[in-house]
């Protein structure tokens, strides 16, 4: 009976291992694509990026909470464009780890992902979020405040437009204040054309008869 427990404990072990052998296999070969497609720093290599996402999914079905390898999977999602499902794992990753570290830098890539979709709001506070738990990181402060920057050019470029607005409604008021100054002038000089002609032939009814002759 003991060798027979031994035996299952080395199948399993054996398994286990080969399991692992595996899943690192799969990140592996991710990493290489990914790599490949960052050699190109002219173009996006989406084709490469796509096949390290589907390594590293493949890798994640072994191990689903492994951090580094959502990390790698949520970025490959990044540099495809995917952001809405960059953001969705980067905010995933960061709930899930205690590490400060690595929170920070998940929320940092949230909020990339959200300024690549121009959310500002979002990006704002996923990377003031970030800075919470790493307040030295000189890479998130630059994007907060080209974050806030951009913000402030947005609204100041939607007080112009209601300014230009505002400017348009006014011209039309004044528009129809003259088309009905128009109107009205027509009217008056209507009504002092008709009371002239009304004197006027008053005036003919009033005058005497010449006696005939």
Same mark, same amino acid.
């Given at each position: 009976m %003991?060798?027979?427990? &031994?035996?299952?404990?080395? &199948? !399993? /072990?054996?398994v286990a291992a080969s399991q692992a052998q595996n899943e690192r296999k799969f990140v592996r070969q991710g990493n290489k694509y990914y790599e490949a497609a960052n050699k190109d720093t002219s173009r996006i290599?989406? /084709? +490469? !990026? =796509? %096949?390290a996402e589907i390594e590293y999914l493949k890798a994640l079905e072994k191990k689903p909470d492994d951090a580094k390898w959502n990390f790698n999977l949520a970025d490959a999602l990044y540099k495809q464009k995917k952001f809405d499902q960059s953001a969705e794992k980067f905010q995933e990753i960061a709930d899930k780890t205690s590490d400060k570290i690595e929170k920070s830098r998940a929320l940092h890539n949230l909020g990339n992902s959200y300024l690549m979709k121009n959310k500002l709001d979002e990006s704002i506070a996923a990377y003031k979020d970030a800075l919470r738990n790493n307040p030295k990181d000189l890479e998130t402060k630059y994007n907060l405040l080209y974050a806030m920057n951009m913000k #402030? #050019?947005?609204q100041d470029q939607q007080k112009k437009d209601q300014d230009k607005n505002k400017d348009k409604d006014k011209d039309k008021d004044k528009d129809k204040d003259k088309d009905k100054n128009k109107d009205q002038d027509k009217k008056d000089q #209507? #009504?002092? +054309?008709?009371? =002239? %002609?009304?004197k006027k032939n008053k005036d003919q009814q009033q005058q005497p008869q010449q006696n005939k002759i």
């Open positions: %003991k060798q027979a427990s &031994l035996l299952i404990m080395i &199948l !399993f /072990v054996w290599d989406t /084709v +490469q !990026f =796509n %096949k #402030k #050019k947005q #209507k #009504k002092d +054309q008709d009371q =002239n %002609k009304d």
